[in-house]
């Protein structure tokens, strides 16, 4: 089950930014689009947008007690920058690199957006108080010319480019008609938790003083290497954290 937001309120406290288009407005045809070509492919969706609030920190609680009141998996919330960058972003929980949210940064940039990457998003109210696995992702930029990219492309390239990358892991059985990204990226190496909760590393040792903390069932990073250490394997993550590649722990494959 996805529980999909359309960041911030349609007017008054908790409105979003405001450039050449207008995040609020925004957010809520990217969700929809997202929303629909996710139903199409055979997932649950549930709606985690909150339209008005009379305080922006009410705003936030509300979207939090309505996504955690819930049985969610992935709690997406829609955003658009502002402050004069460019590119697509995302933020997770300790920055954790995430097959899904890394594809999601990739299918967007192959739209011809700046890829900006996973990062940690710990300190943002959704992210912090989520109970589900959470992404917050940063489509493009309100106040440049990535808005204007944007425009030419439309919400709905957007939300497929997303669907797209979500899809291979909150659908257990393929689609016959899966939504696909409008340029195909190439391949990349992931792990996939099998087990309730496991270990990951600062260092390739199977000292208990390299442990940097845990994980749980069903998250996915991404691979940047395979290691042996002692007899067994051992991935290095994205994030330069270290896991165990036993099958008996993870799942490694290849997209």
Known sequence: MIGINAGHTKSGAGYGAVGIIKESEHTRKVAEALKRYLVASGAKVKECTIDAA?????????????????????????????????????????????????????????????NRGVKAGTGLYVIRKSKAKSMLIEVCFVDTQDAREYLALGADKIGQAIAAALVPYVVPVAPQAPVRP????????????????????????????????????????TVMETLTVGSTPMHRLKSGLYITAHPKYVETYEK
């Open 182 to 221: 409008s340029v195909q990226p190439g391949k990349q190496t992931f792990v996939r938790v099998t087990v309730p909760e496991l270990n990951v590393r600062n260092a390739p040792s199977w000292e208990a003083k390299a442990i940097a903390g845990t994980v749980r069932i069903r998250e996915v990073f």
């Open 54 to 114: 009379p305080t922006q920190n009410a705003y936030l609680a509300k979207v939090v007690e309505l996504a955690n009141g819930q049985e969610l998996e992935w709690f997406i919330s829609i955003h658009f920058n502002a402050g004069g960058g460019r590119g697509v972003e995302a933020y997770t929980y300790q920055g954790r690199q995430y097959g899904d949210a890394v594809m999601v940064c990739r299918n967007i940039a192959a739209l011809g957006f700046k």
